[in-house]
């Protein structure tokens, strides 16, 4: 159950996105089409209240004298507040979770899975011992049926960046201070179409996949096995998660993948993985300034910057970006030869 504070913020974050709605249906819809949506808004939470003294007759009326057009306006429009109210359902889900881990109160975190096993008698020796022959492999799976486009789904993380933004800058962040740039996604998303117009092909479903796999997986799996080492005092466990996908590759039911089809898909999630590792080796760079004379160098790092030939004067005295150019020159070598 969540606190009253609780349902005050996602009440507040549900009124912001869909007040901003209700501007841009009113803006690019025109106010006709503002009223009709307004008047069903208004009708249906009088008839979810009060059935007895609101009755669906009110309902119907408005809905039976509406013409097409102001009928597919008012689907989208209910349509995108739909999504952005869960875009604020989502998000309160994971502040109740993140307020449970912080308090130590949730199963499913490393702490918190470490903590219900030593209270059955289940010691750390066990659980690394358990882990180092484990393999768990969340299987990602193509759904034919999915009508979302990818567009849509990009304008929903982008919404959802910004407010968490605006939570990890605390005090100095306010909803009313993102309201402009929570706009602007918006208007893009109501001119956006929700649906296809055309039946999913083999690659559609195989970017879709690879896309949650470049938002998600690839970002928590590396922070779960490092919890876990970090726990376990445990820094050489081996990794014990790696994300799977039959998309692009069940040749024993999809007609339409072939060879190639397959080999597409190796080269798409192959290219994400290492654009991924790109950028990642990118901002350890600007990071690692270390010079020689001021920071330990081991031979082995050493040997690694001296390989990568870097021409640069000025790494010439920082081992750590040398040896990580040299690093992004072999991956940035093997994304382009996977095209």
């Known amino acids: 159950m969540m606190s009253p504070a609780a349902d005050d913020a996602l009440r507040d974050e549900v009124r912001l996105l869909g007040g901003i709605l209700g501007d841009i249906i009113r803006d690019e819809g025109g106010q006709a089409l503002f009223d009709h949506v307004e008047a069903v808004r208004q009708a249906s939470i009088a008839y979810h209240r009060d059935p007895a003294s609101h009755p669906a007759k009110r309902l119907e009326k408005l809905l039976t004298a509406m013409s097409v057009?102001?009928?597919?306006?008012?689907?989208?429009?209910?349509?995108?507040?739909?999504?952005?109210?869960?875009?604020?359902?989502?998000?309160?889900?994971?502040?109740?979770a993140q307020s449970q881990a912080e308090a130590g109160a949730r199963p499913d975190t490393p702490e918190g899975a470490l903590k219900r096993l030593a209270d059955q008698g289940v010691d750390r020796e066990a659980v690394r011992a358990l882990l180092d022959q484990s393999l768990i492999s969340p299987v990602l799976t193509a759904h034919p049926s999915e009508v979302r486009r990818k567009s849509v789904i990009d304008r929903i993380a982008a919404i959802t960046d910004l407010l968490d933004a605006c939570d990890k800058a605390g005090d100095a962040c306010t909803l009313e201070a993102i309201a402009e740039?929570?706009?602007?996604?918006?208007?893009?998303?109501?001119?956006?179409?929700?649906?296809?117009?055309?039946?999913?092909?083999v690659q559609d479903e195989i970017d879709t996949v690879v896309s949650f796999l470049d938002r998600i997986f690839l970002h928590v799996a590396p922070k779960q096995l490092s919890a876990w080492r970090r726990l376990l005092e445990a820094p050489e466990l081996k990794p014990f998660m790696r994300v799977g996908t039959w998309v692009g590759g069940d040749r024993d039911g999809n007609p339409n993948v072939d060879a190639t089809v397959m080999a597409a898909a190796f080269r798409t999630q192959a290219r994400a993985v290492l654009t991924f590792y790109l950028d990642e080796v990118h901002a350890l760079g600007a990071e690692l300034s270390l010079a020689a004379e001021l920071a330990q160098v081991s031979p082995k790092l050493q040997a690694l910057a001296d390989a990568a030939h870097d021409p640069s004067p000025h790494r010439a005295d920082e081992p750590y970006r040398r040896a990580l150019t040299g690093v992004y020159a072999r991956l940035a070598a093997t994304h382009e030869k996977l095209g």
């Open 69 to 96: 057009d102001q009928a597919a306006g008012l689907a989208h429009g209910f349509a995108l507040f739909s999504l952005l109210a869960n875009i604020a359902e989502d998000r309160s889900t994971r502040r109740r």
């Open 181 to 201: 740039p929570l706009r602007r996604q918006i208007v893009i998303l109501w001119a956006t179409r929700l649906v296809r117009t055309q039946g999913l092909v």
